[in-house]
T-cell receptor, first 113, second 114 residues
Framework: QQKVQQSPESLIVPEGGMASLNCTSSDRNVDYFWWYRQHSGKSPKMLMSIFSNGEKEEGRFTVHLNKASLHTSLHIRDSQPSDSALYLCAASMLNTNTGKLTFGDGTVLTVKP | EAAVTQSPRNKVTVTGGNVTLSCRQTNSHNYMYWYRQDTGHGLRLIHYSYGAGNLQIGDVPDGYKATRTTQEDFFLLLELASPSQTSLYFC?????????????FGSGTRLTVL
């Protein structure tokens, strides 16, 4: 069974600072990585996805992927208190044709005003 | 945005009780999923389905049954509930498969088994 490992478990950054979250898969067949964000008491919502080596930027959020090491990272610049949430990384494999996502245990981000 | 509705929002039952959690999506998505979320464990997949009448086993299926009666409706059944099944349950749907499409989640059902 595939494992998705996230680090750190929790992270505190000052408002305006940079937050960096990490995620690694144990399965070499993984094709896609996803980042979901879950605010307290709410349901997860997709933030960004990546399947090609390199980086992808959307506003203050940047995702990196290194397919050789099966490692992805999410970077949030100019962090805001509204970014405080649980960040979940997920991985999927295209060749299984199941739509199945495996999630990590998440990183709790707290942005201090 | 995709609409996924779960009911009930909260449920309390006793050990050995019978529970059915309901999920309906109104966006004609093919894939539907049941996840449970416990502190420190992220989201763990219980069962999922490609379409009406189809059922696939997830990563933590023990003690759970599921049934997809229509494209819109997916049910999770706990026939002999145990305290270890106390959790927050999320239903989700996606348009395509192969892990290449966004999952849209419902608001969750908090289940307590006494």
């Amino acid at each position: 069974q595939q494992k998705v490992q996230q680090s750190p478990e929790s992270l505190i950054v000052p408002e305006g600072g940079m937050a960096s979250l990490n995620c690694t898969s144990s399965d070499r067949n993984v094709d896609y990585f996803w980042w979901y964000r879950q605010h307290s008491g709410k349901s997860p919502k997709m933030l960004m996805s990546i399947f090609s080596n390199g980086e992808k930027e959307e506003g203050r959020f940047t995702v990196h992927l290194n397919k050789a090491s099966l490692h992805t990272s999410l970077h949030i610049r100019d962090s805001q208190p509204s970014d405080s949430a649980l960040y979940l990384c997920a991985a999927s494999m295209l060749n299984t044709n199941t739509g199945k996502l495996t999630f990590g245990d998440g990183t709790v981000l707290t942005v201090k005003p | 945005e995709a609409a996924v509705t779960q009911s009930p929002r909260n449920k309390v039952t006793v050990t050995g009780g019978n529970v059915t959690l309901s999920c309906r999506q109104t966006n004609s998505h093919n894939y539907m999923y049941w996840y449970r979320q416990d502190t420190g464990h992220g989201l763990r997949l219980i069962h999922y389905s490609y379409g009406a009448g189809n059922l696939q086993i997830g990563d933590v299926p023990d003690g759970y049954k599921a049934t997809r009666t229509t494209q819109e409706d997916f049910f999770l059944l706990l026939e002999l509930a145990s305290p270890s099944q106390t959790s927050l349950y999320f239903c989700a749907s996606s348009d395509g498969g192969a892990g290449a499409e966004t999952l849209y989640f419902g608001s969750g059902t908090r289940l307590t088994v006494l």
